[in-house]
Nanobody, 124 residues
């Protein structure tokens, strides 16, 4: 059974920073790309970033480029998202998911590979 657990969310002022973490068990972590997604109230879930199985390729949404950094530690089965220069529009529930393949294909990760999310709130 795959378990995905996010942590690190919280309340921060605009311009501040947060680091999200995501720990995965029940799945060969280094066999899959990993993605961060977010969903704000009343909006659809969107992909924020993706990282290939070995960290060699990273993809970012235009809205977070230059501010967010995704990275992973395969020895610890953990994915991270360093978020700097946060804006109120970054406020959302952030989710981690194991992607379908070992590269960032753009496909929606399968059901059962998602965490429960961690809330990020950025005040103005």
């Amino acid at each position: 059974q795959v378990q995905v657990v996010e942590s690190g969310g919280g309340l921060v002022q605009a311009g501040g920073s947060l680091r999200l973490s995501c720990t995965v068990s029940g799945l060969r972590f280094d066999g899959y790309a990993m993605g961060w997604f977010r969903q704000a109230p009343g909006k659809e879930r969107e992909r924020v970033s993706c990282i290939s199985w070995n960290g060699g390729r990273k993809i970012y949404a235009d809205s977070v480029k230059g501010r967010f950094t995704i990275y992973r530690d395969n020895a610890k089965n953990t994915l991270y998202l360093q978020m700097n220069s946060l804006k109120p529009e970054d406020t959302a529930m952030y989710y981690c998911a194991a992607e379908l393949r070992d590269y960032c294909s753009g496909s929606r990760p399968p059901t059962g590979r998602w965490g429960q999310g961690t809330q990020v709130t950025v005040s103005s």
